[in-house]
């Protein structure tokens, strides 16, 4: 079923894997909306995400970064578990994720992706407001540091998620939908940061909507709809068959078996 | 009038030390209340606060009996009773704080039920607990259910700490309000990720969920604090009210927080200020000469819902006043561009020398009537961009670079409409007359890209160059 067409990952030893994800099963409410998933993410390469609604794709995301519970399997981040290695995994959550009313201008957003080099209890000085400015000044938007975040675009705001991912310097991003409901300076704006991401030897992990800018902009695919259907380069994997199984509906038993699992209490 | 202002003074002339006391009291157990209230209002939380506000009784019930039942077996002396009490209180109420975030989070996932029905579902059944246990022990406890529920600010004085004539009530409210600040200061980046943005919190290592717990419990003891003073029930009002009025006139967070402290710190004076004085000159007046006075705690609750009013109609930009403002100046900056455009058009025409036709044009081509022209007119002559020389009205240089700026955006609309949508000749114009207001040199130049640098628009009359 899974097609793994690159030898890549597997030539390296595991423990410089980027990602490693070990027979993860993630459920809500017992019932599974990940099934069995088993992945190698590969080292500096730009991984597209793609799947249809409800297929799991930021499930996936929150299962690894521990933001929910995975009811069997384990992950490690570089061969070790994300508890150890949490500096050096970026997050950017879904743009409506959060409330953009709150009381906060675009450089103190930037800056949270410092908090945790800054440490506890300590304050973000002008050393911090600097690196956060620089970042901002990469995603072109320095010009908007002191804007409160209500008043800037979609596509503004998504860049702001991106320059506070950018400052916590991770090896390992995971990105839920950067690309959704941004404009078309923006969307360049990403690719860019992207490629100089992957260039200086880091990975990430995007989950993505448009399937006709998945081989322009990613390296590898990870085709996704409850189970995972195929993962590996784009050119190899990302096939109109693939998409065919990934988009042709849900497994019909996959549903039915989740469902009787849920009525009958089991399913750990 | 004066009557009003006498009886007013007359009835603040009585105003003795207590009355300091009660509103130095309500002050600092308000301003207490509204620390915590800001990140409630924040994680769009408020009514969590009500919710602790409830659950704290059975808390505060357990805690009293606790205390007693300690002080009977003698592990704490009469001596130290006082003081452990207040320390067996708090930790009762943060228990209690904790224990409802986390009820009513296994209500929501375990019950399957909406998490504002958890909420609902939790504090009122902790609520009813308590008031149980309040009858059943009634016999053991001096626990009087009316001052839980409406605060006793008006006696602080009785109850004072020993060789000063402080209030034990004002201590203990000031002790929690200078936690509270430090707390806030302390862990202000911490409070604002969490609130903010719960999920990358986590992933940074400030555990969101951590967090919210412990927001929790500093409210719930928080409230206690202030139930003796405000009650259980408006409490409430100091939690959530200064938070909301002061998220309303600043959009900076450290901004919201002095401004909540400074709202809650107010409501004090007016509210003891209206409950003296109120009373006597609304219900003296209607022959209820027996009301004398009102409940501090429940004029303040008054005032601070005054205090958030008078933000919604103040606040710099949103405001209703602002907007009022923001759309007059808008109505009237459109007539006088409009003026601009009539006085343009009417010497591209020849026109701009006959008085007679300059007038009929200024008073039938305007869709403004005669005030808001006459508002318009005068506007552009303080602007220097209209003369009126003798029995004519005309555009002075700046004045017609003005209006070929609207004219031009105009047309260019115009043209721009033509490209792009299948419309009749004669539909464009009340489009562009609209639009005309709207569009900026910036938006123009770009317009006169995508268009080719028209000459002409749709009707063939020319595009004025931009000045």
């Known amino acids: ?268 | 009038m004066p009557g009003i202002l006498a009886q007013t003074l007359d009835l603040l002339a009585g105003w003795r030390p207590l009355d300091t006391w009660i509103v130095v009291t309500a002050a600092l157990a308000a301003m207490g209340c509204s620390l915590p209230g800001v990140f409630l209002v924040l994680r769009r939380q408020s009514m969590t606060g009500d919710a602790l506000s409830h659950t704290s009784l059975p808390g505060i019930v357990i805690a009293f009996l606790l205390a007693q039942w300690l002080n009977k077996l003698g592990w704490i002396s009469p001596e130290t009773y006082e003081t452990a009490r207040h320390g067996v209180l708090f930790l009762g109420a943060m228990v209690v704080g904790v224990a409802t975030a986390v009820l009513t989070e296994w209500v929501h996932k375990l019950g399957r039920v909406e998490a504002s029905a958890a909420l609902g579902v939790v504090f009122t059944t902790l609520f009813a607990l308590g008031l149980i246990l309040i009858r059943t022990a009634a016999d053991n406890v001096d626990l009087d259910p009316d001052c839980v529920l409406y605060g006793t600010v008006e006696t602080v004085v009785i109850d004072t700490l020993a060789g000063t004539g402080v209030p034990r009530a004002a201590v203990l409210n000031g002790l929690v309000l200078l936690v509270n600040l430090g707390l806030v200061v302390i862990f202000f980046k911490e409070l604002r990720i969490s609130a903010f943005d719960p999920a990358l919190a986590t992933t940074l290592g400030i555990n969101a969920t951590l967090m919210h717990y412990a927001l929790m419990a500093v409210t719930a003891a928080t409230l206690v604090a202030a139930f003796e003073s405000v009650g259980s029930i408006l409490v409430i009002a100091m939690l959530i009210v200064p938070a909301a009025t002061a998220s309303l006139l600043s959009r900076q967070l450290w901004l919201v927080i002095v401004l909540s402290l400074a709202v809650a710190g107010l409501s004090a004076p007016l509210g003891h200020v209206m409950a003296i004085v109120l009373p006597p000159l609304i219900f003296g007046r209607l022959g209820f000469d027996s009301v004398v006075d009102a409940s501090t705690a429940g004029m303040m609750a008054v005032a601070v819902g005054m205090l958030f009013a008078a933000a919604v109609f103040l606040a710099p930009g949103t405001g209703i006043l602002a907007r009022i403002v923001h759309h007059a100046v808008l109505v009237v900056r459109i007539a006088a561009e409009d003026v601009l455009g009539v006085l343009y058009r009417a010497e591209e025409a020849g026109m701009a020398s006959k008085a007679t036709e300059v007038n009929h044009l200024l008073e039938n081509a305007l869709k403004a009537g005669p005030l808001l022209r006459g508002l318009a007119m005068r506007t552009l002559i303080r602007e220097g961009k209209l003369v009126h020389d003798g029995a004519i009205y005309r555009l002075t240089p700046a004045g017609r670079d003005a209006a070929r700026a609207v004219v031009r955006s105009h047309r260019l609309w115009e043209a721009y409409l033509a490209k792009h949508f299948q419309l009749a000749e004669d539909h464009f114009h009340d489009s562009a007359a609209r639009a005309e207001h709207y569009i900026d040199s910036g938006t123009r130049e770009r317009m006169a890209e995508e268009l080719d640098q028209p000459g002409l628009d749709p009707h063939g009359r020319s595009i004025p160059k931009e000045s």
């Open chain 1, 1 to 268: 079923m899974i097609q793994r067409s690159n030898p890549e990952p597997f030539t390296e030893h595991p423990a410089s894997s980027p990602l490693t994800i070990h027979d993860m099963t993630v459920a809500y409410h017992r019932k599974p909306v990940l099934w069995d998933i088993d992945y190698n993410a590969p080292k500096g390469r730009l991984v597209a995400i793609v799947g249809p609604n409800g297929a799991g794709k930021s499930t996936l995301i929150k299962a690894v970064l521990d933001l929910i519970p995975r009811a069997s399997g384990d992950v490690k981040v570089f061969g070790l578990s994300y508890r150890n290695q949490r500096s050096r995994v970026g997050y950017v959550p879904q743009r409506e994720s959060v409330d953009w009313d709150f009381p906060v201008n675009a450089l103190d957003v930037v800056a949270m992706g410092l908090y945790r080099k800054i440490g506890w209890c300590r304050p973000v000085t002008a050393k911090y407001r600097k690196i956060a400015l620089e970042a901002l000044d990469r995603v072109g938007m320095a010009g908007f540091a002191r804007r409160q975040i209500s008043q800037l675009s979609g596509g503004q705001q998504q860049r702001v998620f991106l320059a506070r991912a950018l400052v916590q310097d991770a090896d390992l991003y995971l990105m839920d939908e950067p690309f959704t409901g941004v404009d078309a300076a923006t969307e360049r704006a990403i690719v860019a940061i992207l490629r100089n991401l992957r260039d200086t030897g880091k990975t990430a992990l995007v989950v993505h909507h448009d399937l006709q800018t998945v081989p322009e902009y990613f390296d590898h695919v990870m085709l996704l709809n409850m189970r995972l259907v195929a993962t590996g380069p784009v050119q190899e994997v990302f096939t109109p068959e693939n998409l065919r199984k990934t988009y042709g509906g849900k497994l019909a038993l996959l549903d039915r078996v989740g469902h009787q699992m849920t009525l009958s209490g089991g399913g750990q």
